[in-house]
């Protein structure tokens, strides 16, 4: 069992800034990667950016690019989504979840995970 806990979320201004966190516990030896998806209501689950556990390699889709950046602290068992130039449109429940290491090398899926956390609201104000 790994266990993932959110936390950051909030009521900010467009243009600012947000930290998110994703604490991970458990069984985090059969983690392979982490990865934090986004979602509104009536839109499909939407891959925003994942991590390697222990090697620390990042993906992060198109529109996250430039100003979203997933990190892990080494010392603890979190990993961060630092969001920069909020828009409303990035207003979403923001997931993290963990995965194992799989054949297809590629983990941007819903499939790809199988332990989700609760979720954290974000909303962005115009």
């Known amino acids: 069992q790994v266990r993932l806990v959110e936390s950051g979320g909030g009521l900010v201004q467009a243009g600012l800034s947000l930290r998110l966190s994703c604490t991970a516990s458990?069984?985090?030896?059969?983690?392979?990667?982490v990865g934090w998806f986004r979602q509104t209501p009536g839109k499909e689950r939407e891959f925003v950016a994942h991590?390697?556990?222990?090697?620390?390699?990042?993906y992060t889709a198109d529109f996250a690019k430039g100003r979203i950046t997933i990190s892990r602290d080494n010392g603890q068992n979190t990993v961060y989504l630092q969001m920069n130039s909020l828009k409303p449109e990035d207003t979403a429940v923001y997931y993290c979840?963990?995965?194992?290491?799989?054949?297809?090398?590629?983990?941007?899926?819903?499939?790809?995970?199988?332990?989700w956390g609760q979720g954290t609201q974000v909303t962005v104000s115009s």
């Open positions: 979840a963990a995965g194992p290491l799989n054949f297809s090398r590629t983990y941007f899926s819903r499939d790809d995970y199988h332990y």
């Open positions: 458990g069984r985090t030896e059969s983690i392979y990667t």
């Open positions: 991590i390697t556990w222990l090697d620390r390699d990042t």
